[in-house]
């Protein structure tokens, strides 16, 4: 067996039998101090136990060292509780992840197909499940310029700011800004109606605001990059 196996091999194994050591797995998987407060706790009180039953057996009476065991054997049960319950709020945590990341990936590719009323409804479902979520307000302000709806485009951008994490994207946010206000100066000066839903072939007369469309794909495409790594 070859060092690579044996090492993942021993790691697999601490994984798995740790699971009976209270905190183990939130300090396995988290990394968390309460994981380290429950496992150092439970090992001091394992130690203690272990002394005073078989090698300072005078210091507490028969009963005493019994009643020991007991706590002991109820320390182990509620820690082995707390992390069963622990593990699954990490499960439905990692599952809910990753269908949002799906939604996602759907919401971009109906980006690209130029399907604005299936992205948008993704965009917005993903919304609903995390208000805080910027990359879907950022690419729904981009699929609502798409479809000529700019003031509710323009109310998207201005609820991102406000996000905490924004700021990554603050390039994309000011030429999203940028392409709505070539827009709505070019539909003032030609009279076209701003929300009339034919706003693709108004950008494409813009020429520069075209270019600046770039915004939502960088988004899409930098949270999938992320998503890989």
Not at 12 to 28: C, D, E, I, K, T
Not at 144 to 167: F, I, N, P, T
Request: hydrophobic share 45%; net charge neutral.
């Amino acid at each position: 067996m070859s060092g690579t196996s044996q090492t993942g091999h021993r790691a697999s194994a601490a994984g798995f039998y740790g699971w009976a050591w209270p905190g183990v797995p939130q300090l396995w998987r988290g990394g968390e101090w309460a994981g380290f407060a429950w496992a150092a706790a439970f090992a001091l009180a394992l130690n203690l136990q272990v002394l005073v039953a078989f090698l300072y057996t005078d210091l507490l009476p028969a009963i005493g060292i019994w009643t020991g065991w007991l706590a002991i054997g109820g320390f182990w049960i509620a820690g082995l509780v707390v992390g069963r319950r622990w593990t699954k709020r990490q499960t439905r945590t990692a599952d809910a992840y990753q269908a949002e990341q799906s939604l996602y990936s759907d919401a971009f590719h109906d980006y690209l197909q130029m399907n604005w009323v299936a992205a948008e409804a993704k965009c917005a479902e993903l919304i609903r499940m995390r208000r805080q979520d910027v990359d879907a307000r950022l690419l729904l302000a981009t699929v609502l310029r798409h479809a000529g709806r700019s003031a509710e485009a323009k109310a998207q951008l201005d609820a991102l700011v406000k996000l905490e994490g924004a700021e990554k994207w603050g390039l994309e946010i000011a030429l999203e800004r940028r392409s709505l206000d070539e827009l709505n100066e070019l539909a003032n000066n030609s009279g076209i109606a701003k929300d009339d839903g034919d706003e693709p072939a108004t950008l494409s007369m813009t020429g520069g605001a075209a270019n600046k469309d770039a915004a939502g794909a960088t988004a899409g495409l930098n949270r999938a990059t992320r998503n890989a790594a």
